[in-house]
């Protein structure tokens, strides 16, 4: 089946530092979409990608749709101690990245 | 979550009885999954169906069952044949097949 490979697995920081999360198929994708967990939790949404270039900003983060549709990323600006989680991307075919785990340091 | 309830939220077995984990959904979804999480791991699909009476399998379906007798549930059995089966399980639910998904709290499996 379709593979999403999703780096960094582990990513520590400073607060206040930047983070990014890369996701990257073999295959075009028809969307993309984020999902945050936070230790303990569930996954939830946050975004979801469909066009080629698509760029979307949701206060500190922002999402990249690559322009082949086969790659895309996860960008926060000055982490936060409420950053702390693990983030994944998934495709429309069910397929969810192994996640980043974002451990922001005070 | 938000609609979408899982029960238990721990659940303890002795190895070799196969069990039953809930999930229930009142957002008038079509489409309800199940996924396996493992500690520091992604999410690996199980289950997944689309429409009420089907359902198809996903990557590590060997040694579950499930059915869809009704849209609003779709429980997930774990059977004696699952060789691993202490892990995090977590359904979701969308409005369709491929779209954004809503998760529930997630069931913790511990076979012991």
């Known amino acids: 089946g379709q593979q999403v490979m999703q780096i960094p697995q582990y990513q520590h920081v400073q607060e206040g530092e930047d983070f990014t999360t890369y996701c990257n198929s073999s295959t075009t994708l028809s969307n993309i979409q984020w999902y945050k967990q936070r230790p303990g939790g569930h996954p939830v949404f946050l975004i979801q990608l469909v066009k080629s270039g698509e760029v979307k900003k949701q206060k500190r983060l922002t999402f990249q749709f690559g322009e082949a549709k086969k790659n895309s990323s996860l960008h926060i600006t000055a982490t936060q101690t409420t950053d702390v989680g693990t983030y994944f991307c998934a495709a429309r075919q069910l397929t969810f990245g192994s996640g980043t785990q974002l451990t922001v340091l005070p | 979550d938000g609609g979408i309830t899982q029960s238990p939220k721990y659940l303890f077995r002795k190895e070799g009885q196969n069990v039953t984990l809930s999930c229930e959904q009142n957002l008038n979804h079509d489409a309800m999954y199940w996924y396996r999480q493992d500690p520091g791991q992604g999410l690996r699909l199980i289950y997944y169906s689309q429409i009420v009476n089907d359902f198809q399998k996903g990557d590590i379906a060997e040694g579950y069952s499930v059915s869809r007798e009704k849209k609003e549930s779709f429980p997930l059995t774990v059977t004696s044949a699952q060789k691993n089966p202490t892990a995090f399980y977590l359904c979701?639910?969308?409005?369709?097949?491929?779209?954004?998904?809503?998760f529930g709290p997630g069931t913790r499996l511990l076979v012991l």
């Open positions: 979701a639910s969308s409005i369709t097949g491929g779209e954004t998904q809503y």
